[in-house]
């Protein structure tokens, strides 16, 4: 397992769980650097890393084998995102994505990933109609999809939503920006938070952060404004397409990994090109077939 890049905790030791914890998970490799390993990501590993000048890493995850991949790689947060609607679904865009769709993806992933936050998306039309609705919907996403924590897009408008929700005892992490699942409304994929309009997305983050919000994530906002938010709130900050001012970082892993052909975002870096290595090895696959090569001898019983 890589070394967290999490500041070493300064909390106490968190105990074992007294009721028990299901299957045994394995046990974490020390960091080289000697620090005491964290056995679990939890939301105040976040904010110790927001107080102190670390950094963390967050990627998409919607199923097991990734999940595992990814955790053992030392990523930080998980998130099972509604862009599963586009990358795992076929959609166009995040909306037609459900609840029901979403619960047994994220199950993959919290049985899987053992030490990362899972953080799960909360769809279109799962939370707007009333925080009683968002409070139902997250208590699915904790109880049925073993969840961490939720995440739910929306402005100020959504502070009553998200206190409601964390005196439920749910953990939210906000999103601001640019909101896919507004994009109807907001007339496209727009950069938010330009000129007059970045004091709005701080109001808003310092809206839902006094309402009990553990994160602030924001998509496509300058980065100037983005550090101008960061600046204004005392919890941590995720950015994509928010410059390099935010405690956090996340990226669709089917982009950061080449997986997804096509157009890039400008925010996309990729890290490895698996849309040419499948496809290699998906036609090499094929030719062996189809020449008799494979299956051979040492395939055979």
């Known amino acids: 397992m890589a070394p967290s890049n999490l500041p070493e905790s300064t909390t106490p030791a968190e105990v074992p769980a007294p009721y028990g914890t299901g299957p045994a998970a394995s046990a974490a490799t020390p960091p080289a650097d000697g620090r005491k390993p964290i056995s679990r990501v939890r939301i105040h ?8 000048g670390g950094r ?6 919607y199923e097991q084998y990734t999940a595992e991949i990814f955790d053992q790689a030392g990523i930080e947060v998980l998130l099972v995102g509604d862009s599963a609607s586009n990358n795992v679904f076929g959609n166009e865009t995040s909306l037609p994505v459900t609840v029901d769709e979403l619960l047994p993806l994220t199950r993959a992933v919290s049985r899987a990933a053992k030490r990362a936050l899972i953080v799960a998306d909360l769809p279109f039309g799962s939370y707007e109609v009333s925080p009683g ?17 939720v995440k739910i897009e929306g402005s100020a ?14 953990p ?28 709005r997305l701080i109001d808003d983050a310092v809206a839902l952060q006094d309402a009990g919000a553990f994160s602030v994530l924001m ?30 970082q996340v990226l669709v892993w089917q982009d950061m990994a080449g997986l997804r052909g096509g157009k890039m975002a400008k925010f996309v870096k990729q890290y490895a090109d698996l849309r040419t290595t ?4 998906a036609a090499a696959y094929g030719e062996d077939v189809r020449s008799g090569q494979f299956p051979g001898p040492e395939h055979s019983f």
């Open 278 to 281: 499948l496809s290699d090895a």
């Open 157 to 170: 408008y959504y502070a009553d939503t998200v206190k409601a929700m964390v005196q439920a005892g749910i």
């Open 172 to 199: 939210v992490m906000a999103h601001i920006g640019f909101t896919p699942q507004s994009e109807h409304s907001l007339g496209g994929y727009r950069v938010q938070g330009r000129g007059d309009d970045a004091q």
């Open 56 to 61: 963390f890493a967050m990627l998409t995850a």
């Open 45 to 52: 590993h976040l904010q110790q890393a927001k107080d102190n």
């Open 133 to 149: 609705q968002a409070v139902a919907t997250g208590v699915r996403f904790l109880k049925e999809g073993l969840a961490h924590a």
């Open 219 to 248: 998509e496509m906002v300058p980065a100037t404004t983005a550090a101008a938010v960061d600046a204004a709130l005392r919890v941590p900050t995720v950015g994509i397409g928010a410059g390099n001012s935010t405690t956090g």
